[in-house]
């Protein structure tokens, strides 16, 4: 897997990707999709999937938020995930893989 660059291509709050997902999921992929991104955000989950990949959700903090940006961490960032806490301020960088219930996000550092 290739490492993410250092300097986002994009910054945009965790609320403006949402919403341009939300009104239009073929724009927001021409503006977004295979780009690295700097996303600022409230953490909602951290969790692991099904394959036990670790991921971080980011939203504006409102309850029942859907869809949301699913952060898909990159390795080494364990340590790191394990110490984060629901409702704070976090800011990732990823490439954005487009929306599939939610905004994926992969290969995230913070």
């Given at each position: 897997?290739?490492?993410?660059?250092a300097?986002?291509?994009?910054?945009?709050?965790a609320?403006?990707?949402?919403?341009?997902?939300?009104?239009?999921?073929?724009?927001?992929d021409s503006q977004y999709k295979n780009k690295?991104?700097?996303?600022?955000?409230?953490?909602?989950?951290?969790?692991?999937d099904l394959l036990d990949d670790i991921y971080v959700t980011l939203g504006?903090?409102?309850?029942?938020?859907?869809?949301?940006?699913q952060c898909f961490l990159a390795e080494g960032m364990e340590a790191k995930a394990g110490s984060l806490k629901q409702g704070s301020q976090l800011t990732v960088t990823g490439r954005v893989d487009g929306l599939l219930m939610n905004v994926?996000?992969?290969?995230c550092r913070f």
């Open positions: 897997m290739s490492e993410t660059p300097e986002p291509e994009l910054k945009v709050p609320a403006e990707i949402i919403n341009a997902y939300k009104g239009n999921e073929v724009a927001a690295v991104v700097e996303i600022t955000g409230v953490v909602g989950d951290i969790k692991k504006t903090g409102e309850q029942f938020e859907i869809p949301i940006v994926l996000v992969k290969e």
